[in-house]
């Protein structure tokens, strides 16, 4: 599987575009180094140095190259509630959103099917990246595929784009849900013990989900790239 | 004490020789409506390959008690709420299924921890003694038993008296589950489950019922199962797709709808059951094989084998998922699948 429209977001992280869909959609949940971007641009106060810290309680930094099976969570933000992942996207720009239920459902299905690649690498996303962010994702992807090896998981790309065992991701309920906010996902259950099924549409919404802070709680971005031309 | 307990729990007539006193323990007990027949021969092993006919139901419920030991924080409390939880709920399952608190003291005991179920909220650490003593009637198979779930101390890894001897008596007559959470061994030493079981056994040789008459069966219920980072994919599923769980979920689904079921959702029939059992007996053999491929679980093994010890495996999630926030559970509880111990305990017990 070779995916022919890569889109890259504002911190150089690649997005694909959803088969069938006019979005792209960020082929990793957003890591730390994406929001620490944001994180130096923003000046109203919410996010300063305190918050970070809080974030960082619940679940620790961690460089690429001590990235490993047992630890490859640490690279990605969690913690975070609803209403600052959309800061994020704001911040990102036009067209950027959380994704809703239904995007995320389909690139799950796309991805557990219909994906026959070893690699990311072979799909093309990482030839574009700069090294920086390469070496991340490289990381990343190869912690997944000992974290699959160890538990006789087979490692598709709905597993190295870490639909599965990665984190819950805040998604946008569509519908006549009162929630506005579910978590699709499965975590790694060293990270987070869950027997979650997002197969199956298992949407996890916790109690007070506008304001506690879950440390298995991240997101991705979806980008609407329609919404720059009406912008326009 | 026991003529006391006897009058309490309305038991009329115990077999004599499974007799039993529950005294300051820590233990889920099953055991019929009086009064009981002496126990049936053993049945041969079961040989789940090539499924035999389900055997006919005894006329009279077999006197069957499972014993509880598990090691501090290895979720021994959330595993009793758990598991009285899903007993309440098997009469979405079984038609003649009827379940009652057999006083006040334990229907409000249960309340309260339905109660607490219900606000999200775990065992705190420190959890009082507490009783609970339930009526089952009606499940298939196994017919009327009473659960009787009380916690307190543990004879093989509770808190021993001063004088060195452990202030509980202990039912060694009756299958031994023993709760083990191999997320909180808390140790990298492969001879620790080892020396654990051996300390177990011990405690078993001490107490008066002859070891050689009466060999140890032993259930080993891996607890905290949604928290085990390799376990193979094939028992993870399982511990998702828990039929009896999903029956929970639809009726809470048709309850927020305001549909009450006027019928069990699903019918665990005699088939349904012999069916689950085969699983059950699969699990276990999964589990076995799995463990066997670990120094330590090759170590559990041998002892068992050389103690000639009945020994069955199953796992357990009792809340379903790890989320917490400030020390409650984010989500709602969601066992999975703290009804096999019971199970095995019930098949175990016919001998």
Redesign the interface.
Known sequence: MRLEAVHLDPTGFPMIRVPGAHVFVHCLPVTKVQFEHFLCDATDGHFDARWYDVALRLNPRVSARRIWRGNYWNAFLSGVLPAEAERFAAWCGTGYRLLRTSEWERLYRTLDMGSTASSLAETGLLSQLAPRQRELITQIERAVED?CE????PCYLVERMLLRLGL?EWVSIEGSNPSLWAGLGEP???F??????PARGDL?????EES???A?FGFRLAFDPTMVQKDR | MWKFLKKLFGIEDPPPPRRTTYHSSSSVSTWPSPPSPAPAPPPPPPSFSAPEPVPEPEPEPLWSSLELVSAPQHGKTSFLWALSFMARKLGLVWPEYVFWPQDDTTDESFRSMLRTMDHRELPAEATPSSQLRLSLRGMERWGDRRLFVEEGRDPVFGAVAEDGVSQREFNWGVPVCWLMSLPDLGTEDSQFVDLQLDNLIRTRMRSARSYEGEPLRLVVALSKADRIPNLPRELREYLKIDPLAAVVKAETALSEMGVEPDRPVLHFDSKAVQLYLETLWGVHETIADWLRTTLTGSLLARRADAHQISLRFCLISATGSDLRSNGHLAIPWRPRRVLDPLFWALELGCR
């Open positions: 974290a160890q538990s006789g998981d819950l790694h259950p060293a987070c013990g869950n027997l979650f099924v996890i919404q916790p109690a007070e506690s802070r879950l298995s």
